[in-house]
């Protein structure tokens, strides 16, 4: 298994940014796959995640602004994430969770993780 984030970079509040997932090594159906951010000095913190019928988990820092979905055939995972706040600055790390039914809330149910990518948000 191999999750490879692209997509982070530098904008201003109320910018917007997409990342990417690109997933590899399982099937979709099996799995849950979401999204995980670590601001400097604080926890983990499961921001999104999309089971492989389609729910969307959103934690609500993020709610309203931040929208999960998949595309199966080409394997991969987005973020869209609109409104960023400078509090949204982490690197977000993409993670599946094997054998999921549904949604993952928090952060430690997840077996797989890719690299990370950065996001920082100016104010």
């Not at 109320?14 to 590899?24: D, M, P, R, V």
């Not at 999309?50 to 969307?56: P, R």
């Amino acid at each position: 298994v191999q999750l490879v984030e692209s997509g982070g970079g530098l904008v201003q509040a109320g910018g917007s940014l997409k990342l990417t997932c690109a997933y590899y090594g399982f099937i979709f159906d099996d799995y849950a796959v979401g999204w995980v951010r670590q601001a400097p000095g604080k926890e983990r913190e499961g921001v999104s995640c999309i089971s492989s019928s389609g729910t969307a988990y959103y934690a609500d820092s993020v709610k309203g602004r931040f929208t999960i979905s998949s595309d199966n055939a080409k394997k991969m995972v987005y973020l869209q994430m609109n409104n960023l706040k400078s509090e949204d600055t982490a690197v977000y790390y993409c993670a599946a969770a094997d054998g999921k039914v549904g949604v993952v809330v928090s952060h430690d149910e997840y077996d797989y993780w890719g690299q990370g990518t950065q996001v920082a948000v100016s104010s």
